[in-house]
């Protein structure tokens, strides 16, 4: 959170929450601790302060979250009066299930709040604190922002005017509020199709400066730059002052400051005081040579600006500015808050890795943690299939092996074993006791308590076997080819296939529908074929970054999700997005996922054995 005056900017955070306070070259800084003569007074081993906002150079609030266990994450609120000389860890008792974002306090003791609920009512939600954070009521829930995935950051310039950032279906976008959180209104901003908005800040009740990128243009990098004076009604395009725009912090009435790069790569710093018509422009020493692009957090008052970047802060104006370290053991900045007329500002973030611990990124939780106990495979993985309570995983190679991880039991496994095709798939038993594998040919594999119905093998096929589903009873199961052709065995009732049917793109996997008996294909660009089985929705006609490689159905067939290769994960009917890896760098690309019954969570699987929990908790990988 880049908070005084009113500015903010999307981050990342992971790991070990650190709160303290120390005097680093007359600017008191909150967060960190461990230096000399600074005194850590709350810590967590893995979480972060994502927001921090101060009305005072007394009084901050800072919120964020703390992963309690691999499958549980709660709220964290922490409280200052005394600037910083000591913090109070505020009770989250009106905060069940709620995972904080980011805060802003415009006025004394009034505090607004974005949060992400992981019960219902999930979604995106705003609290609002009159007691300085000390606790907290719920002023608009997910019915208020039109189903956006979540709210990221949140700035109020007023006990009435505020603005938040919405992360949807139509990229980043602002919304805006006049009635202190009650209702919210959504406005796209200007430009030939979209923009992503990458920062906003105001210096008064709806006049705020906006930096964006254009969505779909060919020149994604050209950063824009637009104002308002209406709350968001009505937008002017401005100058921009560089490439590319990270962040803005306003702070006095049309005066603002960006953090950008040019086009030759240097990080720089940009002041106006005409809301955006001219700049004039600074490159600290630090930012010589770098990109800062997406990688800053900022927050101005009318005595300094501090820039996080990561691992750096810099305190200054103008072209005047010295270098810090964040005090130890803080190694990244996530949020900083300078309150106006004060030369004093707070810092949230987090420190390293805590060795052997599970690594948090936006909640809920993507570990790679390997599990010490399993005997990793030595082919790439192909699928993963989950015990019926959530207590385990199997993960399944082409050779054949496969891999018990939790609660799961080996049953045995075509390891070693001569294969006329590799294996495609793994698929569970509705007790968990066993577990058939399927080729590429349509050959099946049944163990433990797993029925043998019949199988493909000596068939000629038009296209591989992709996938299995069982029905209900484990007493039959379904096939399905890539070219949506279907095999039923057991007491599996054929409903229909796409065989013989021309598809956009070959069909990478099935799932049953337990409430009907039907089924569901999906193809590689997302595109759902329903039998019998009711149609939640697709992403057949949306351009994808990577294909789609594996579904998984919700409980009860009331809805299903998708992953894709980059690990990109699409929900619908009531599968809860929990998060995904889309936009994250990957060893290996994602080819399989399972859902946990008892979270509404699931498991994603990389080709390397890799494994992400997101609400589902972590038994290892291989």
């Given at each position: 959170m880049v908070d005084q005056m009113f500015g903010l900017r999307l981050t990342s955070r992971t790991n070990a929450v650190l709160l303290a306070s120390i005097l680093l070259s007359g600017v008191v800084l909150f967060g960190g601790g461990g230096s000399a003569g600074a005194t850590t007074v709350f810590s967590s081993n893995n979480g972060t302060f994502s927001g921090t906002s101060c009305w005072s150079a007394s009084a901050c609030v800072t919120v964020g979250q703390n992963e309690v266990n691999p499958v549980f994450s709660q709220a964290l609120v922490a409280t200052t009066s005394d600037g910083g000389g000591s913090w109070t860890s505020q009770s989250v008792a009106t905060l069940p299930y709620q995972l904080p974002q980011d805060v802003s306090c415009p006025v004394a003791n009034t505090c607004f709040m974005v949060s992400e609920?992981?019960?219902?009512?999930?979604?995106?939600?705003?609290?609002?604190?009159?007691?300085?954070?000390?606790?907290?009521?719920?002023?608009?829930?997910?019915?208020?922002?039109?189903?956006?995935?979540?709210?990221?950051?949140?700035?109020?310039?007023?006990?009435?005017?505020?603005?938040?950032?919405?992360?949807?279906?139509?990229?980043?976008?602002?919304?805006?509020?006049?009635?202190?959180?009650?209702?919210?209104?959504?406005?796209?901003?200007?430009?030939?199709?979209?923009?992503?908005?990458?920062?906003?800040?105001?210096?008064?009740?709806?006049?705020?400066?906006?930096?964006?990128?254009?969505?779909?243009?060919?020149?994604?990098?050209?950063?824009?730059?637009?104002?308002?004076?209406?709350?968001?009604?009505?937008?002017?395009?401005?100058?921009?002052?560089?490439?590319?725009?990270?962040?803005?912090?306003?702070?006095?009435?049309?005066?603002?400051?960006?953090?950008?790069?040019?086009?030759?790569?240097?990080?720089?710093?940009?002041?106006?005081?005409?809301?955006?018509?001219?700049?004039?422009?600074?490159?600290?020493?630090?930012?010589s040579g770098g990109s800062v692009h997406r990688t800053f957090v900022m927050s101005c008052s009318s005595s300094v600006c501090a820039v996080g970047t990561g691992g750096t802060l810099l305190m200054g104006q103008g072209a005047s500015w010295s270098v810090h370290a964040p005090p130890a053991p803080m190694t990244a900045i996530d949020s900083i808050s300078c309150p106006t007329g004060s030369a004093d500002c707070a810092l949230g973030g987090h420190g390293a890795n805590v060795p052997g611990g599970l690594g948090s990124n936006t909640p809920p939780i993507a570990s790679t943690t390997a599990d010490s106990t399993a005997t990793p495979l030595p082919g790439p993985v192909v699928g993963m299939a989950s015990t019926p309570t959530g207590d385990g995983y199997w993960l399944a190679d082409a050779a054949g092996g496969v891999s018990a991880h939790g609660a799961a039991q080996l049953y045995g496994s075509m390891a070693g074993l001569p294969l006329n095709s590799p294996i495609s798939h793994i698929v569970a038993t509705a007790d968990g006791k066993g577990y058939w594998l399927v080729a590429g040919d349509g050959g099946t594999f049944s163990f433990g308590d797993a029925q043998f119905f019949g199988s493909m093998g000596a068939a000629h096929l038009n296209a591989p076997v992709v996938d299995m589903a069982p029905t209900s009873d484990d007493r039959g199961y379904w096939l399905v080819a890539s070219d949506g052709g279907i095999f039923s065995f057991g007491d599996a009732v054929f409903h229909g296939s796409m065989g013989a049917q021309r598809l956009n793109k070959p069909v990478v996997g099935i799932a049953d529908d337990t409430a009907t008996g039907g089924y569901w294909e999906v193809a590689s660009d997302g595109g759902i074929f329903s039998f019998d089985a009711p149609f939640f929705g697709s992403t057949g006609a949306l351009s994808l970054n990577k294909p789609i490689v594996s579904m998984a159905p919700a409980a009860g067939g009331s809805g299903y999700w998708f992953v894709a290769s980059d690990g990109g994960v699409f929900s619908f009917g009531s599968s809860a997005f929990r998060g995904s890896m889309g936009g994250s760098t990957l060893n290996a690309p994602i080819v399989g996922m399972a859902s946990d019954v008892a979270t509404n969570g699931y498991w994603l699987a990389g080709a390397d054995g890799g494994i992400f929990t997101f609400g589902a908790p972590f038994y290892g990988a291989d």
């Amino acid at each position: 959170m880049v908070d005084q005056m009113f500015g903010l900017r999307l981050t990342s955070r992971t790991n070990a929450v650190l709160l303290a306070s120390i005097l680093l070259s007359g600017v008191v800084l909150f967060g960190g601790g461990g230096s000399a003569g600074a005194t850590t007074v709350f810590s967590s081993n893995n979480g972060t302060f994502s927001g921090t906002s101060c009305w005072s150079a007394s009084a901050c609030v800072t919120v964020g979250q703390n992963e309690v266990n691999p499958v549980f994450s709660q709220a964290l609120v922490a409280t200052t009066s005394d600037g910083g000389g000591s913090w109070t860890s505020q009770s989250v008792a009106t905060l069940p299930y709620q995972l904080p974002q980011d805060v802003s306090c415009p006025v004394a003791n009034t505090c607004f709040m974005v949060s992400e609920g992981t019960v219902a009512p999930m979604g995106p939600s705003v609290f609002k604190s009159t007691d300085g954070g000390s606790s907290w009521s719920l002023v608009a829930g997910p019915a208020a922002f039109n189903g956006d995935s979540f709210l990221t950051h949140i700035t109020c310039s007023t006990s009435s005017s505020c603005v938040a950032l919405g992360q949807g279906g139509t990229g980043v976008q602002p919304w805006f509020t006049t009635d202190g959180g009650l209702t919210w209104v959504e406005y796209q901003i200007p430009g030939i199709y979209e923009t992503t908005v990458e920062s906003i800040s105001c210096w008064g009740a709806g006049s705020c400066l906006l930096v964006g990128q254009p969505t779909f243009q060919q020149s994604w990098d050209q950063a824009v730059v637009f104002s308002t004076t209406d709350n968001g009604v009505t937008w002017v395009p401005e100058v921009a002052p560089a490439y590319n725009l990270a962040t803005v912090s306003c702070y006095g009435p049309s005066t603002c400051a960006v953090t950008g790069q040019s086009a030759g790569g240097a990080g720089l710093i940009s002041t106006t005081t005409n809301a955006g018509a001219s700049w004039v422009t600074a490159t600290p020493g630090p930012l010589s040579g770098g990109s800062v692009h997406r990688t800053f957090v900022m927050s101005c008052s009318s005595s300094v600006c501090a820039v996080g970047t990561g691992g750096t802060l810099l305190m200054g104006q103008g072209a005047s500015w010295s270098v810090h370290a964040p005090p130890a053991p803080m190694t990244a900045i996530d949020s900083i808050s300078c309150p106006t007329g004060s030369a004093d500002c707070a810092l949230g973030g987090h420190g390293a890795n805590v060795p052997g611990g599970l690594g948090s990124n936006t909640p809920p939780i993507a570990s790679t943690t390997a599990d010490s106990t399993a005997t990793p495979l030595p082919g790439p993985v192909v699928g993963m299939a989950s015990t019926p309570t959530g207590d385990g995983y199997w993960l399944a190679d082409a050779a054949g092996g496969v891999s018990a991880h939790g609660a799961a039991q080996l049953y045995g496994s075509m390891a070693g074993l001569p294969l006329n095709s590799p294996i495609s798939h793994i698929v569970a038993t509705a007790d968990g006791k066993g577990y058939w594998l399927v080729a590429g040919d349509g050959g099946t594999f049944s163990f433990g308590d797993a029925q043998f119905f019949g199988s493909m093998g000596a068939a000629h096929l038009n296209a591989p076997v992709v996938d299995m589903a069982p029905t209900s009873d484990d007493r039959g199961y379904w096939l399905v080819a890539s070219d949506g052709g279907i095999f039923s065995f057991g007491d599996a009732v054929f409903h229909g296939s796409m065989g013989a049917q021309r598809l956009n793109k070959p069909v990478v996997g099935i799932a049953d529908d337990t409430a009907t008996g039907g089924y569901w294909e999906v193809a590689s660009d997302g595109g759902i074929f329903s039998f019998d089985a009711p149609f939640f929705g697709s992403t057949g006609a949306l351009s994808l970054n990577k294909p789609i490689v594996s579904m998984a159905p919700a409980a009860g067939g009331s809805g299903y999700w998708f992953v894709a290769s980059d690990g990109g994960v699409f929900s619908f009917g009531s599968s809860a997005f929990r998060g995904s890896m889309g936009g994250s760098t990957l060893n290996a690309p994602i080819v399989g996922m399972a859902s946990d019954v008892a979270t509404n969570g699931y498991w994603l699987a990389g080709a390397d054995g890799g494994i992400f929990t997101f609400g589902a908790p972590f038994y290892g990988a291989d």
